[in-house]
């Protein structure tokens, strides 16, 4: 089955190919030759992911599904959310966002987070959402280089390492974008 994956994040795409596997044959958005920027003028991870998803699926004509991931930090009042990506400024970078998190968090000693993970999927015109949530702490400081975006400073419960410290298929046996893909994924089967 082939599917868009509706993003410009090779670190998405590469994550995801290695969730679904063989079984899909997942086109990122340059194979269907979108080059534009999706819109994301959303309040909510759940109408973020499903304007990104529309939009390719109206302009392109093929089925795909979009995510949004939001890092909800429980002293900040559920902030960044869906501004994770740009809450450090529009030019979405991991360093000023990290830093920006982890001034915010300066004296603060609740440091519970969870990252959310929403997907959309059109398939066939029909709209369907899967979710998944990872719950963890922020650290004080950076730990580890794989992954991106906020991973070196989260630490998911139950784990001695950070997401940046694992390697990827750990991280997707247990991560929000991987327990949401999980759901697609079930979706899927059960639909081919």
Do not use: W
């Amino acid at each position: 089955m082939k599917i868009c994956f509706a993003t410009n994040n090779p670190n998405k795409l590469k994550e995801i190919r290695q969730l679904l596997g063989d079984q899909f044959d997942i086109q990122s958005l340059e194979d269907i030759g979108c080059r534009e920027e999706l819109p994301e003028n959303q309040q909510t991870l759940e109408s973020n992911s499903e304007e990104k998803a529309r939009y390719v699926y109206d302009h392109y004509q093929v089925d795909c599904f979009a995510d949004d991931t939001g890092l909800e930090v429980s002293a900040l009042d559920g902030a960044p959310g869906v501004y994770s990506a740009r809450y450090a400024g529009p030019q979405r970078k991991s360093e000023d966002n990290i830093q920006r998190l982890l001034e915010a968090l300066k004296g603060k000693e609740d440091r519970t987070a969870q990252f959310r993970t929403l997907i959309t999927l059109i398939l066939s015109g029909q709209v369907h959402q899967f979710e998944g949530i990872v719950k963890g702490k922020i650290i004080t400081d950076q730990v580890g280089t794989a992954g991106f975006g906020y991973d070196p400073v989260f630490k998911p419960e139950g784990h001695a390492q950070t997401f940046a410290e694992m390697d990827m298929e750990t991280k997707n046996k247990i991560s929000h974008r991987g327990r949401a893909v999980q759901k697609l994924v079930e979706f899927l089967k059960k639909r081919s």
